[in-house]
């Protein structure tokens, strides 16, 4: 952890595509430096961002209640921030090139932080205990070199059976005065509004892929996602967009097999007890570039709910003993190899979530209200994608030994770095010169 004087060079850049979308020049140098402090400072908080930041003579020290006004209350608009993200991204990738959007969602942990939006103590089958954490969905792109968020948002927590229980335990048969009565309606106001404004997972997804449908910014990127994001609606939705999807099956789901509706597990070990060679070998390319060898069987079958679509049964293992995964897509002319292809592309949002926690602080943030969260969570796609313009550097066994094609996150944020750190010595070259002693310059950098 060192001192940030100013902006890193590629944040500056990059954010100046967005200038025109702030109102406010005080408002657009906050959320610089928001997005400054995301990827370099160790604490991703405002607070601890704004401690490390050290403001020469040269530049009016600015209050942190001012930085927390400018990135989370100021009127600009994160709606159209991440659409001018997403246009700013398609830059980066080309239309003859495969690209899939993954969509996914992931938890943020705030085990100190009851009052967050969208926090709630509840089960948290990723660790296996009860945990506070609210649900944060993803929509991600990513092609062979590179990923991005192009959309985010936070799940509201359901409060619905607290509250009927609550009303229910304070009911009275009757109410003697006026301000009792307008209590009791404001509390089954609110009870009302609550549930209306609540939505589930699957109806977020599908404002998600309508807004990235309707700007049109990527016309070539398929979907894929796994079982838990699959529904019916959202797969209309996207087949209404004339785009194909990807995504993987529970093995109890039901199919229409010789007109009898049978479980796919079942389906598929009958298949390898009564006809093993129905399972043909294929070489994948995955995304990541390695070649995968699977045994698989592909038909068209009838499912529920969302009709006739084509099945995948895959094996690893040559002697079929391994368990099958399940694919299932809406492209019926699609072959085994495309499907698996496909299906290899929903794995970015898993790094995307990883990436986004650790180094972009995507779960740090200690913010109440919901126009803040969700501020937060847009900031941090915008530190992601800027991170991978950043300049490649790296010690010499880092650029010719494991990254000679793709350079590396580390990479990246190591050059990020030493932007970072040239401001701050070029701002001690400067005091020295002014014939400052190191005690002094210390103050400067460090004050007490």
């Known amino acids: 952890m060192f001192p940030l004087v100013g902006i890193a060079a590629s944040i500056s850049q990059g954010m100046s595509a967005y200038r025109d979308l702030f109102s406010r020049l005080s408002a657009f140098e906050h959320v610089e430096r928001y997005l400054n402090g995301l990827l370099l400072s160790a604490n991703k908080t405002l607070q601890g961002i704004y401690s490390q930041y050290v403001w020469p003579e040269a530049i009016e020290r600015i209050n942190r209640r ?3 006004a400018g990135v989370f209350e100021s009127p600009w608009q994160r709606e159209q921030l991440m659409e001018r993200h997403r246009a700013e991204v398609s830059h980066h990738y080309e239309a003859q090139e495969r690209q899939v959007i993954s969509l996914d969602w992931t938890h943020g942990h705030h085990e100190r932080g009851p009052q967050i939006f969208g926090v709630k103590r509840q089960y948290d089958y990723v660790n296996g205990r009860t945990s506070q954490y609210h649900t944060i969905l993803t929509a991600v792109l990513a092609n062979r070199e590179r990923l991005d968020g192009i959309a985010v948002e936070v799940q509201r927590a359901k409060w619905e059976v607290e509250e009927l229980a609550y009303l229910q335990s304070t009911t009275q048969d009757r109410y003697d005065d006026t301000a009792a009565v307008m209590n009791r309606l404001s509390e089954l106001v609110a009870y009302q509004r609550n549930r209306q404004g609540y939505q589930k997972r699957t109806e977020l997804f599908i404002e998600v892929v309508r807004q990235i449908e309707a700007e049109g910014q990527f016309p070539q990127a398929d979907y894929a996602f796994d079982g838990g994001v699959c529904a019916a609606e959202l797969t209309q939705v996207i087949e209404q967009a004339d785009k194909h999807w990807v995504s993987e099956l529970a093995c109890n789901r039901s199919v229409l097999w010789h007109n009898q509706w049978s479980r796919i597990d079942a389906v598929a070990a009958r298949l390898r007890e009564e006809s093993a060679s129905a399972f043909r070998h294929y070489q994948v390319r995955q995304r990541n570039g390695e070649q995968k060898e699977l045994w698989a069987f592909s038909k068209v079958l009838r499912l529920k709910k969302i009709g006739r ?56 943030a200690q913010l109440r209200n919901e126009e803040a969260v969700k501020r937060h969570l847009c900031l941090s796609c915008l530190a992601q994608s800027m991170l991978q313009n950043a300049p490649v550097a790296g010690g010499k066994s880092e650029r010719f030994s494991f990254a000679t094609k793709t350079p590396s996150i580390g990479q990246k944020l190591y050059g990020l770095t030493r932007e970072a750190l040239m401001a701050m010595l070029q701002l001690a070259n400067a005091l020295f010169e002014q014939g400052q002693s190191v005690e002094q310059v210390v103050e400067v950098m460090m004050p007490i």
Do not use: Q
Request: glycine share 2%; with cysteine; net charge negative.
């Open 309 to 364: 679509k084509r099945v995948v049964m895959v094996h690893e293992h040559e002697d079929l003993s391994d368990s099958p995964r399940f694919l299932v897509t809406d492209a019926l002319h699609w072959d085994v190899k495309r499907i698996a292809i496909t299906w290899s592309y929903r794995w970015p949002c898993e790094i995307f979530h990883e990436f986004t926690k650790e180094i972009c602080g995507l779960e740090a």
């Open 66 to 68: 001012a930085m927390h």
